[in-house]
């Protein structure tokens, strides 16, 4: 009997993946997913701003270098990619992304957006403070 491997890495296939003649393993699926979010052919399509292509290819940069996993990155992105065309639909640059309006679409989105990765990475770009929400007005009524 002929044993069937994956096309792209030559890893070993499930069961299931045989039965429904998907012969790319799980791993290279969401490999191939995240290239394709992160292609230009794809950023291009989506994004008619500057500021959110390049805000969309610096978080896939940022997952990399954080070692998110693939899984995670490919379902991530795809949420992150809605999420910006409703912002370059609502906002005129990158620097008037209002915070509240941001974090309530973070909320919305849920578990898949990885709302801890994905404020991380608005911290980094200084998109959101890096203190948290409740340490601000609590400073602002201080001063
Ligand atoms: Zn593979």
């Not at 394709?36 to 940022?62: E, H, Q």
């Not at 909320?107 to 409740?134: C, M, Q, V, W």
Request: charged share 35%.
């Amino acid at each position: 009997m002929e044993s069937l491997c994956c096309k792209e890495c030559g890893g070993s296939l499930r069961p299931s993946d045989i039965k429904y003649e998907r012969y790319i393993c799980i791993a290279c699926t969401f490999k191939k997913r995240v290239a394709f979010l992160l292609s230009d052919a794809f950023v291009d399509n989506i994004f008619t701003k500057l500021w959110t292509k390049g805000l969309f290819r610096r978080l896939g940069i940022f997952l990399e270098r954080y070692e998110i996993p693939l899984r995670t990155q490919a379902q991530m992105l795809a949420r992150a990619a809605a999420l910006l065309q409703e912002a370059e639909q609502s906002f005129v640059r990158l620097g008037d992304i209002d915070e509240e309006w941001l974090e309530e679409r973070i909320k919305k989105i849920g578990k898949y957006l990885s709302p801890t990765f994905f404020r991380a990475f608005l911290i980094e770009e200084h998109i959101l403070p890096s203190e948290n929400r409740d340490e601000k007005k609590l400073r602002r009524r201080l001063r």
